[in-house]
């Protein structure tokens, strides 16, 4: 890629490590996630803790930091119970499919640029592709098919709708995540996150495209399943969801694992997508080792706002979760990618001035036009003005006598004077 740096590694690099380098690098990504997890869990309770004037984890090891290591041995040797009417195949299948496709994605992140591991000149990433993006899209994808088949193999009422919320959800905040990944495409021209983070050199997309890493923000936490956006397990009103028949074992402790690798995945994801990966801001160093501190400086930020968005928002409704997907995310992510279009024909290409002007003009009507279509506002006014229109009914039912039955022309009910002495007489004895 033009403008490169030289320690910037390209899809040029990858496949020429020797095959004992893959190896140790694959096993360093293990090590990084597994014990990722453990530190993670301990990292979030104390920092809730911490937001809500609590000690924490503060009796297993200093600060706490054993506390999940407790907990992970605990889990390992509890013993392994299975509801009598459970298809146990899949039963014991649905966490490996959670836990396996987020390791995968995770192997397309590039840590830093070109270091020296044990003398050999190698990029610190496991591997990359010409469609890299779309693999760890496709990975995401796989893993709902584990939350899926946990819901349905459980033969629980509560954890089947659990893994129906769980499709639902995905399919929509899956079509929005990759439509905010399309305007980075046309400005990288490259679906390779290290040629990502180098067309980042100058400026972050998270600033040059700030509407897609809002809509990449939301769908973040709709993907991972978290708060505000964790319908598929909601304790209040789905005793777990699709984990409810998963007891407290090495079960739950993949399925937990999956759900917090999905979480390091996004998050990971935003720091090379938008953020500019391993990446130094104003200038400072990061070739070498120094592209590696950075990286986790990043990820180590955005997942503190992860947990910080858990600890400070409710959970939203169902309705509300697919109103935002579908009617929100999806037209938002469809009106920037054509003005990204538009400017990058107008100022990257030098593309006719008058095409680009009718693109953004077709943008705007648009946006107006679907925002008219889906007007939640004027649809809450109208719900309002029923109920209003209901709770007349009622009382003006139990006033004349009556039971609190609606006339069937309720629809076409204005409540005038009139009416209301009609469906009075109608009501009374």
Not at 53 to 60: E, K, L, M, V
Request: glycine share 10%; charged share 15%; net charge neutral.
């Amino acid at each position: 890629m033009a403008g490169v740096l030289a320690a910037d590694p390209g899809l040029a690099d990858f496949g020429r490590d020797p095959l004992w380098i893959t190896i140790v690098k694959a096993v360093l990504l293990f090590l990084f996630l597994g014990l990722g997890v453990v530190f993670g869990v301990w990292f979030e309770r104390k920092l809730i803790a911490r937001m809500q004037h609590r000690r924490g984890p503060s009796r297993a090891g200093r600060f706490g930091i054993l506390q999940s290591v407790a907990d992970a041995i605990k889990m390992g040797l509890k013993e392994d119970l299975f509801p009598n009417t459970v298809d146990k195949g899949l039963y014991l299948l649905a966490p490996v499919i959670m836990v396996v496709p987020a390791f995968l994605a995770f192997s397309i992140t590039p840590f830093a640029g070109m270091v020296s591991l044990f003398g050999v000149r190698t990029p610190l990433q496991l591997v990359d592709l010409p469609v890299a993006v779309l693999f760890m899209l496709a990975m995401g994808a796989v893993s709902v098919y584990g939350v899926v088949l946990a819901g349905w193999s459980s033969r629980s009422p509560y954890a089947l709708l659990g893994g129906l919320r769980s499709a639902a959800q995905v399919v929509s905040y899956e079509i929005a995540m990759g439509l905010s990944f399309v305007s980075v495409f046309l400005l990288a021209g490259t679906l390779s996150t290290a040629e990502i983070v180098a067309a980042q050199e100058q400026t972050w997309f998270a600033v040059l495209l700030l509407p897609s890493f809002v809509i990449y923000v939301v769908c973040m936490f709709g993907e991972a399943g978290r708060i505000p956006f964790d319908l598929p397990e909601g304790e209040g009103e789905l005793v777990g969801g699709f984990q409810t028949e998963y007891s407290s074992s090495l079960k739950f402790a993949l399925i937990m694992m999956g759900e917090y690798l999905h979480t390091f995945t996004a998050s990971a994801t935003a720091v090379t997508l938008f953020l500019g990966g391993w990446r130094a801001p104003f200038g400072l160093p990061d070739e070498g080792w120094w592209g590696l501190l950075w990286f986790f400086a990043k990820f180590a930020l955005v997942f503190c706002f992860v947990v910080w968005v858990r600890a400070s928002l409710p959970r939203v409704r169902y309705d509300q979760l697919m109103a935002l997907g579908w009617k929100v995310l999806i037209p938002a992510s469809l009106a920037t990618i054509m003005i990204v279009a538009a400017v990058r024909n107008l100022v990257v290409n030098d593309g006719d001035r008058v095409l680009g002007i009718g693109i953004g003009a077709a943008v705007v009507i648009g946006v107006l036009a679907v925002w008219l279509r889906f007007d939640t506002v004027g649809q809450r006014r109208e719900e309002a003005a029923r109920a209003r229109v209901a709770a007349e009914f009622d009382e003006l039912s139990r006033s004349a006598g009556g039971f609190p039955v609606p006339p069937l022309d309720l629809p076409h009910y204005h409540g005038g004077p009139a009416s209301r002495e009609a469906a009075a007489r109608r009501r009374t004895p």
